[in-house]
């Protein structure tokens, strides 16, 4: 069980870089996110989204591959936000919810150029299911992210929720965001 567990931290160690990785919001991209919410179905939750949210293709390491059994992201890019919602089922029968909160942080840590890095985990519960609410600051190449991220695993099944922000500016709009759809998760 033990192997199991590990084999499931260091699997949730990369996807959680995965998912970190299509976060970076845009520079490129239109206005910023309307203040509209839908629910949309998406990854295996119920979630209330401010648009429709496209998927995003990963493709694997061929050792992480093999003990992922399916793997679905999407995402919401905008110009200063980010949002990023994603399913993993795994190969392995169990997964460890802080093995997967701990390694979404020290991923986000790792990055390349992360200074005056902060972070924060929360107990929570969706849908009667634990779960851990990540709040990360840094500054990366000049510029401040704020990330939030919502971590939940039952059995081999792990399911993520990402808003990131770009600035100081849009603070107090992405605590809104943050909350509007952290409170709206319902687990299929």
Not at 46 to 71: D, E, F, G, H, W
Not at 93 to 100: F, H, K, R
């Amino acid at each position: 069980m033990k192997r199991t567990k590990c084999k499931f931290f260091i699997v949730s160690l990369l996807l959680a870089s995965l998912l970190v990785g299509c976060g970076e919001p845009s520079s490129e991209k239109h206005p910023p996110i309307a203040n509209q919410f839908v629910y949309y179905e998406v990854a295996g939750l119920r979630i209330k989204l401010p648009a429709q949210p496209t998927p995003n293709n990963i493709k694997l390491p061929a050792q992480a591959a093999k003990l992922v059994k399916s793997m679905v992201t999407y995402e919401i890019k905008e110009v200063h936000t980010t949002v990023v919602v994603g399913q993993v089922v795994f190969n392995i029968p169990e997964g460890n919810l802080d093995g997967a909160a701990d390694g979404a942080i020290a991923r986000v840590k790792a990055q390349p150029g992360v200074t005056k890095f902060t972070s924060a985990i929360v107990n929570v519960a969706v849908s009667g299911l634990q779960g851990r609410s990540l709040n990360m600051n840094y500054k990366n190449k000049g510029l401040t992210y704020n990330q939030y991220g919502l971590v939940f695993v039952r059995k081999n099944v792990m399911w993520q929720v990402q808003v990131i922000g770009v600035g100081e500016d849009n603070q107090q709009d992405l605590e809104e965001l943050k909350k509007t759809i952290f409170d709206s998760v319902e687990i299929q």
